[in-house]
């Protein structure tokens, strides 16, 4: 069975920065994307804010262009998200997901973490 773990997530002032990492275990496609998503809390839509592909072609939600950067080390199974000049906006609970591409909607993943919690004050 695909295990996500979470980890990085922490308090922060704002300007701050965090990494985020995401170890996978036992995944069961021979290619496969990992994505980012992030979901504030009293919102049930979880929005994806970066993902990369088994090629390593990533993709960005506007809002976190310049200031995030995703990355995967595939020899040690491990999702990384560099996160600089932080947000109390990006204040959210932050999950790992996985799936053939890189979708833009959650549903269409099919793996995910339990989450990491990331908040910035002001």
């Known amino acids: 069975q695909v295990e996500l773990v979470e980890s990085g997530g922490d308090s922060v002032q704002a300007g701050g920065s965090l990494r985020l990492s995401c170890t996978v275990s036992?995944?069961?496609?021979?290619?496969?994307?990992l994505a980012w998503f992030r979901q504030v809390p009293g919102k049930e839509e979880r929005e994806r804010i970066a993902?990369?592909?088994?090629?390593?072609?990533?993709e960005y939600r506007d809002s976190v262009k310049g200031r995030f950067t995703v990355s995967r080390d595939n020899a040690k199974n491990t999702l990384f998200l560099e996160m600089n000049s932080l947000k109390p906006e990006d204040t959210a609970m932050y999950y790992c997901?996985?799936?053939?591409?890189?979708?833009?909607?959650?549903?269409?993943?099919?793996?995910w973490g339990q989450g990491t919690q990331v908040t910035v004050s002001s």
């Open positions: 997901a996985s799936d053939a591409l890189c979708w833009i909607l959650s549903n269409k993943y099919n793996f």
């Open positions: 036992r995944h069961t496609y021979d290619r496969y994307s």
């Open positions: 993902c990369v592909e088994s090629d390593g072609k990533t």
